[in-house]
């Protein structure tokens, strides 16, 4: 299983782009990297998925260089509501499939200012 | 409407209880998961079930029993509890061969003293 390595914590302003970036090394050429945001006393809400290259919606972007060692979260014009910790995952399909298990990390601990 | 549901939302017991907590979905997923997090806010999957059948369990100790009486509900029953017992438990649904993403639900702060 890759194991992911992301920053404890980060600080924005309002208005401002964040990105978190997401090392994992030994990622396996059928795992998928999927982020999920955590806000205070609520379970994880699922963000993005993606595979390679670049993955858009309409919250987020992610960005896979071609080895996918790594990836990078970007969050555009945070505002105070994006405060939260932000996990990174790596697995099959990037969650359990019958035989394969999903790993939360510790995340990135998100906290934007006005 | 809630599309996975906890009750309760809050628990706090003696150790050497037995509790249960329970979870609902309202998706049609076949998948349902039990996840606890503990103080440090690392979260870690305990079970999974799918379509009723219990698929995963993560080193979870045996007073630990899920139950799932139908697809719908995925139970958690503690037995003997301990004070490492104390956590948040999330219930989590997954559509089956569907997109990667967990419907996580609001979460159970159990306390043990």
């Known amino acids: 299983l890759a194991k992911t390595t992301q920053p404890i914590s980060m600080d924005s302003y309002e208005g401002q782009e964040v990105n978190i970036t997401c090392s994992h090394n030994?990622?396996?050429?059928?795992?998928?990297i999927t982020w999920y945001q955590q806000f205070p006393s609520q379970g994880p809400r699922f963000i993005i998925q993606?595979?390679?290259t670049k993955v858009t919606n309409e919250v987020a972007s992610l960005f896979i260089p071609a080895d996918r060692k790594s990836s990078t979260l970007s969050l555009p014009r945070v505002s105070l509501s994006d405060t939260a910790v932000y996990y990174c995952?790596?697995?099959?399909?990037?969650?359990?499939?019958?035989?394969?298990?999903?790993?939360f990390g510790t995340g990135t601990r998100l906290q934007v200012f006005p | 409407d809630t599309a996975v549901s906890q009750t309760p939302k809050y628990l706090v017991t003696q150790m050497g209880n037995d509790k249960s907590i329970k979870c609902e979905q309202n998706?049609?997923?076949?998948?349902m998961y039990w996840y606890k997090q503990d103080s440090k806010k690392f979260l870690k999957i305990m079970f999974s079930?799918?379509?009723?059948?219990?698929?995963i369990n993560e080193t979870v100790p045996n007073r630990f029993s899920p139950k799932s009486p139908d697809k719908a509900h995925l139970n958690l029953h503690i037995n003997s509890l301990e004070l490492g017992d104390s956590a948040v438990y999330f219930c989590?649904?997954?559509?089956?061969?569907?997109?990667?993403?967990?419907?996580f639900g609001p979460g159970t702060r159990l306390t043990v003293t």
């Open positions: 998706l049609g997923h076949d998948t």
């Open positions: 995952l790596v697995g099959k399909d990037g969650l359990v499939d019958n035989t394969d298990k999903l790993i």
């Open positions: 079930y799918n379509n009723k059948e219990l698929i």
């Open positions: 993606g595979y390679k």
């Open positions: 989590a649904t997954r559509a089956a061969g569907g997109p990667a993403e967990q419907y």
């Open positions: 030994n990622i396996a050429t059928n795992d998928y």
